[in-house]
């Protein structure tokens, strides 16, 4: 049943866009993120409203209902003034719209839909970079068994490739452009990328040739979708190119600069994830065998610098024989401040507790398996815990 209608807003801070355009915002047995609107500007459902399933909400579309701006962009300045330890619950809020809308896929306002959802995802970013690279650092692997693993591992891309960019001092057309192609790269072959992270047995013929065409396919998909520019699409269609000409799936050795910052970052952040074959690489030996096969490269010296020897995100065993997470880079690339939760014995401490590494005391004898923690603790109580 739709709520009564409203009264009209005034004009001048009137703000609407088409519902469709956001229509992967929304999901059934999940609170509306946001008030809907009828052309007019009379408020149809308040925010928080549930669907029982997407009928009603396709019948609001039809109905060319819209959704207010303003709320989108108070999201973005709710991230900016929320506390540190809320940031967590806005990441998982930004991963499951960015899941969503990559499902969508063929929307014909998918150039609009992707900018909005993810303004968010850059804000996080701003806000605090420690804490988007711990997110790729501590790849949910519980997504390895729920089919997340696609959606999550292209917001990790995307978070390396941004930060890298930055550190290079790209141009904010570069920055976007990284931003769209790390997103978008796989969207033609996300279910198979969701599949092989839980498959032992080896790749088949068929499963070769959609990883061997995926970058053309994922650019088709673009522009079926309305996307029209021809860097982001050259981007999507290189991003598994090299300079050496051993790339697919044209063989390139002129590689697009973006195209090559997002297959860094793609290998990069690959690395920290579990499959159903393997554990993920420890955050030292990921950082050595990725600079090592970009030697030289700018590109790959600006990821791995901008991640640190012991990025935020990983497990490690400091001097005092005390155990536990990296939160924050620090000074130096080998003196982060560290959450523990054992003590010097190996004991569990009833409260994680803040350890700079620049102290020689405290300083880091090696980075160790996330297991070796032995406890799960929330990221909030870890934020608090290191807070200076």
Not at 161 to 179: I, N, P, V
Not at 310 to 322: I, K, N
Request: net charge neutral.
């Amino acid at each position: 049943m739709l709520a009564r209608a409203g009264p009209v807003l005034p004009a001048e801070i009137m703000n609407f866009e088409p519902l469709h355009v956001h229509r992967h915002r929304f999901s059934p047995g999940k609170p509306t993120p946001y008030g809907i609107f009828d052309p007019q500007g009379r408020l149809l459902l308040a925010r928080g409203h549930q669907f029982d399933d997407l009928e009603q909400l396709e019948r609001l579309i039809e109905r060319e209902a819209t959704v207010d701006m303003r709320e989108m962009v108070d999201r973005s300045s709710r991230i900016q003034q929320a506390r540190p330890e809320q940031l967590p619950a806005y990441w998982e809020e930004s991963m499951g719209e960015m899941a969503r809308l990559l499902r969508a896929k063929a929307s014909l306002d998918f150039t609009q839909s992707l900018d909005q959802a993810s303004r968010p995802l850059l804000a996080l970013i701003e806000r605090d970079p420690d804490l988007a690279i711990l997110q790729a650092v501590l790849a949910d692997n519980s997504a390895v068994l729920n089919s997340g693993y696609a959606s999550r591992h292209a917001v990790h891309t995307a978070t390396a490739a941004c930060l890298a960019a930055g550190r290079l001092g790209w141009s904010t057309e570069q920055r976007r452009c990284a931003l769209r192609t790390a997103l978008t790269m796989n969207m033609s072959m996300t279910e198979l990328q969701n599949r092989l992270v839980t498959q032992v047995s080896p790749l088949t013929s068929l499963q070769r040739a959609e990883i061997e065409t995926h970058p053309e396919r994922s650019a088709a998909l673009l522009e079926m979708a309305g996307v029209t520019d021809p860097e982001w699409l050259e981007a999507v269609r290189q991003h598994h190119e090299e300079p050496d000409g051993r790339g697919y799936p044209r063989r390139l050795t002129q590689v697009q600069e973006v195209a090559l910052l997002v297959h860094h970052a793609d290998s990069f952040t690959a690395k920290f994830a579990a499959r159903a074959h393997r554990q993920p690489l420890l955050a030292d030996a990921a950082a050595r065998l990725q600079f090592q096969h970009g030697r030289g490269d700018p590109l790959t010296a600006a990821l791995v610098k901008e991640f640190g020897l012991y990025p935020p995100g990983c497990a490690v065993r400091l001097r005092s024989g005390e155990t536990g997470m990296v939160m924050r880079r620090g000074e130096a690339a080998n003196t982060p401040v560290v959450a523990v939760l054992t003590d010097r014995t190996g004991l569990l401490r009833t409260e994680p507790a803040r350890r700079d590494t620049a102290r020689a005391e405290f300083g880091i004898h090696a980075v160790v398996p996330l297991a070796a923690l032995r406890v799960k603790v929330g990221l909030e109580k870890l934020i608090v815990a290191v807070r200076a």
